[in-house]
């Protein structure tokens, strides 16, 4: 099993681009997540999904969009970057509330 | 009051030694508590998952003390290659179904 996967892994953006990054999953989970990680704030989650067709907002969601149309795959958009919005994106997966998750390799972004 | 606080470190012990992390939370709701290891630009891994008072592995302990609202995480006989960042995690939320980071304590071993 590939577990979590995410693409692209390196991205620069110019302010004003869009981009979506995908993450996917084989481990059936009902959970995914996206976060994004600074230095100094640690992991600050972004949307969640409880399964396929649902989302909703995290701590952070401003400037994001999301979309679940597969359980496997779970979707962050960025639909006019911004400086700010330079990160390193994760995303997560669990079986169930409060359970552990695991994390894909991340996705390091630049926006100039 | 952060929902979940770390001492940032870095934690700078040679080789052989016994290292402890703290870790405070602050919903005395949470029922789910976990230590991540973080190594540079890396995803973080799962370490250990503490749902009741403790869990050990191998070398490493995890205790939970929900009346002062901690978790711990003790290295004994620490390892160059247990240099990391070492993240806690919380579970959150209505459903707690979402998990709240620590920022984070940096472990560097030295020989």
């Known amino acids: 099993n590939a577990g979590v996967t995410q693409t692209p892994k390196f991205r620069v953006l110019k302010t004003g681009q869009s981009m979506t990054l995908l993450c996917a999953q084989d481990?059936?989970?009902?959970?995914m997540y996206w976060y994004r990680q600074d230095p100094g704030m640690g992991l600050r989650l972004i949307h969640y999904?409880?399964?396929?067709?649902?989302?909703a907002k995290g701590e952070v969601p401003d400037g994001y969009n999301v979309s679940r149309l597969k359980k496997q795959n779970f979707l962050l958009g960025l639909e006019s970057a911004a400086p700010s919005q330079t990160s390193v994106y994760f995303c997560?997966?669990?079986?169930?509330?409060?359970?552990?998750?695991?994390f894909g390799p991340g996705t390091r972004l630049t926006v100039t | 009051r952060k929902e979940v606080e770390q001492d940032p470190g870095p934690f700078n012990v040679p080789e052989g030694a016994t290292v402890a992390f703290n870790c405070t939370y602050s919903n005395s709701a949470s029922q789910s508590f976990f230590w991540y290891r973080q190594d540079c630009r890396k995803e973080p891994k799962l370490l250990m998952s503490?749902?009741?008072s403790g869990n050990e592995d191998g070398r490493f302990t995890a205790q939970l003390n929900r009346a002062s609202q901690y978790i711990s995480l003790l290295i004994r006989d620490s390892k160059l290659s247990d240099s990391a960042t070492y993240l806690c995690?919380?579970?959150?939320?209505?459903?707690?179904?979402?998990?709240?980071f620590g920022a984070g304590t940096i472990l560097r071993v030295k020989s």
């Open positions: 999904s409880v399964g396929e067709g649902t989302t």
């Open positions: 481990m059936n989970h009902e959970y």
């Open positions: 997560a997966s669990s079986t169930a509330q409060g359970t552990e998750q695991y």
């Open positions: 503490v749902y009741s």
């Open positions: 995690a919380v579970n959150e939320g209505e459903y707690g179904n979402k998990l709240v």
